[in-house]
């Protein structure tokens, strides 16, 4: 019978580790390596939906975690007494269309930094396989973008290429909105 229970100890920790629990199952302890094969990667459920590249999700352990998508930007909600700029209600509401309460990865870039100074996470946002953020290029509602004082992230190259081709056919608020908010 010891054998068993431990046994069962064993289990819940490995699933918990690996994040196969359900929502609200106990977790023995948090997980110590992401579960993706890309180092740093994180998986979370996405909880809310802040503008068109920033989210909150919840990892496997239940703890909330903010995201700054990387390499985009997308035109600003109004906030602190400042307007909204063109397009930023689409973006947002596209951004929750396509990952509100859906399993995401958020894939680190081996160039920037882990984290921005308001402690939200930096990454590229992907679900089921799909970059996330040039999808949202690609549909003319966010431009490629970096910190001109940061190095160039890797995909800002495939990224900046969408943003001319969308651009160039005024796709999405390309087709309303000047520079998307700049």
């Given at each position: 019978?010891?054998?068993?229970?431990?046994?069962?100890?064993?289990l819940?920790?490995?699933?918990?580790?690996?994040?196969?629990?359900?929502s609200?199952?106990?977790?023995?302890?948090?997980?110590?390596?992401?579960?993706?094969?890309?180092?740093?990667?994180?998986?979370?459920r996405?909880?809310?939906?802040?503008?068109?590249d920033?989210?909150?999700?919840?990892?496997a352990a239940?703890?909330?975690?903010?995201v700054?998508?990387?390499?985009?930007?997308?035109?600003?909600?109004?906030?602190?007494?400042?307007?909204?700029?063109?397009?930023?209600?689409?973006?947002?509401?596209?951004?929750?269309?396509?990952?509100?309460?859906?399993?995401?990865?958020v894939?680190?870039?081996?160039?920037?930094d882990?984290?921005?100074r308001?402690?939200?996470?930096?990454?590229?946002?992907?679900?089921?396989?799909?970059?996330?953020?040039?999808?949202?290029?690609?549909?003319?509602?966010?431009?490629?973008?970096?910190?001109?004082?940061?190095?160039?992230?890797?995909?800002?190259?495939?990224?900046?290429?969408?943003?001319?081709?969308?651009?160039?056919?005024?796709?999405?608020?390309?087709?309303?909105?000047?520079?998307?908010?700049?």
């Amino acid at each position: 019978m010891v054998h068993a229970a431990a046994a069962g100890t064993v289990l819940v920790a490995s699933l918990a580790l690996a994040g196969c629990l359900p929502s609200g199952a106990p977790a023995t302890s948090p997980p110590s390596a992401p579960r993706s094969p890309s180092a740093g990667t994180v998986q979370l459920r996405v909880t809310k939906i802040a503008d068109g590249d920033t989210f909150t999700g919840t990892d496997a352990a239940g703890r909330k975690v903010k995201v700054r998508m990387l390499s985009i930007d997308a035109p600003e909600l109004a906030h602190d007494g400042n307007r909204a700029a063109c397009g930023s209600s689409e973006a947002a509401a596209r951004l929750h269309e396509l990952i509100f309460g859906e399993q995401v990865s958020v894939v680190p870039d081996p160039k920037a930094d882990a984290v921005d100074r308001y402690g939200r996470r930096l990454g590229y946002v992907e679900r089921d396989g799909r970059d996330i953020g040039l999808r949202l290029i690609e549909e003319g509602l966010v431009e490629a973008w970096y910190p001109s004082s940061e190095p160039r992230p890797e995909r800002f190259g495939v990224y900046s290429t969408a943003e001319r081709a969308a651009r160039d056919k005024h796709v999405g608020s390309w087709a309303t909105c000047p520079g998307l908010g700049r």
